[in-house]
């Protein structure tokens, strides 16, 4: 008897271990890829975000996004720190996140509901420097040093990109977006409080500290078929104008590049003509088509 039951144990032990294999992930991948800054048709060493896709088992999507840290903030930051300043920009200093990671949360169309940015700290310790959710009547934002939170009668979601382009795909494959030149939609824009710059007394925006959410409008217009030329490849394209402008005058103008599927290709600021933010490498896993198998760059 013995033997006999040695026998069935790595059997059975075997058979729950194949079952446990078959059980439905909790996630499935969409799809990943790589964007890059590009200079005169050059990646920039250091710009790349790579990124994946992730569709949850309750049709929302869960974004992951990682880039480098930028290098050339925490020498700035030392320097200021070693400069007579006021007892809150110090904190701001200290407390502040060079960010290296998103992760964000999107419902079935791809709109924003949830995001988080973490990083490093001056000190060298892991940290998040921003934090939002949303729900139908506000989003509420903690930065490195304060919260912000806006609430309204009105949907109105909720715009940022810090270069990503992942983050402009639903609103050009939204029903807003295929009706575009129809009029303005209504959001909120997250931005951040100003520091003065060392040496200098030009305003800039300190990443991460004080977050300021406004009410906004933006304007999506189709500028139709196009070609996007990145180094020597020309790329056939639908390319958009996306405007945004804040009651109180501020505005952002990107230029989007995207395939027939909505996917970004491309993106440029109109404050910064000469960069290029382009997606250098691309998969498709989730129900692979043969055009969706080929990286827009081939």
């Keep these: 008897m013995k033997p006999a039951a040695l026998v069935c144990l790595p059997t059975l032990l075997l058979v729950f271990l194949g079952s446990s294999y078959s059980l439905p ?16 048709g050059a990646e920039v060493r ?17 974004l992951e996004d990682h880039f480098e ?13 070693g400069m007579p300043t006021t007892p809150e920009l110090r904190k701001s ?9 998103l992760e964000a949360i999107l419902d079935p169309d791809r709109q924003l509901l949830s995001l988080t940015v ?66 303005p939609r209504k959001i909120t824009v997250l931005s951040f409080g100003v520091a003065p710059k060392a040496g200098k007394n030009i305003q800039a925006g300190m990443w991460g ?23 020597d490849r020309n790329i056939s394209a639908l390319k958009y104008a996306l405007e ?28 910064d003509p000469a960069d290029l933010i382009a997606l250098v490498d691309y998969k498709k896993y989730s129900s692979p088509s043969p055009t969706d198998q080929t990286s827009p760059d081939k």
């Design 209 to 231: 500290d004080k977050p300021t959410l406004e009410p906004a409008d933006l304007t999506l217009s189709s500028l139709g078929p196009a070609t996007l030329v990145l180094g």
């Design 118 to 183: 973490r990083g490093v700290k001056l000190n060298g310790d892991k940290g998040v420097g921003l934090k939002c959710q949303t729900t139908a009547a506000s989003i509420e934002c903690t930065g490195t040093s304060d919260k912000a939170k806006l609430r309204f009668h009105e949907p109105r979601a909720l715009f940022w990109w810090y270069g990503i382009p992942v983050l402009l795909q639903s609103w050009i494959a939204s029903p807003q977006g295929s009706s575009s030149n129809k009029g």
């Design 93 to 101: 200093l200290q407390e502040s996140v060079a960010p290296s990671d």
């Design 46 to 62: 250091g710009s790349e975000h790579r990124w994946t896709l992730w569709r949850l088992l309750d049709g929302r999507f869960d």
């Design 244 to 271: 945004v402008k804040t009651l109180k005058g501020d505005s952002l103008s990107l230029t989007v590049w995207t395939d027939a599927r909505a996917l970004v290709l491309a993106v440029q600021d109109s404050s």
């Design 25 to 40: 992930a909790d996630k499935e991948k969409v799809e990943d890829g790589r964007y890059a800054l590009l200079k005169n």
């Design 69 to 81: 840290v930028d290098k050339t903030a925490r020498p700035w930051f030392g320097v200021m720190l």
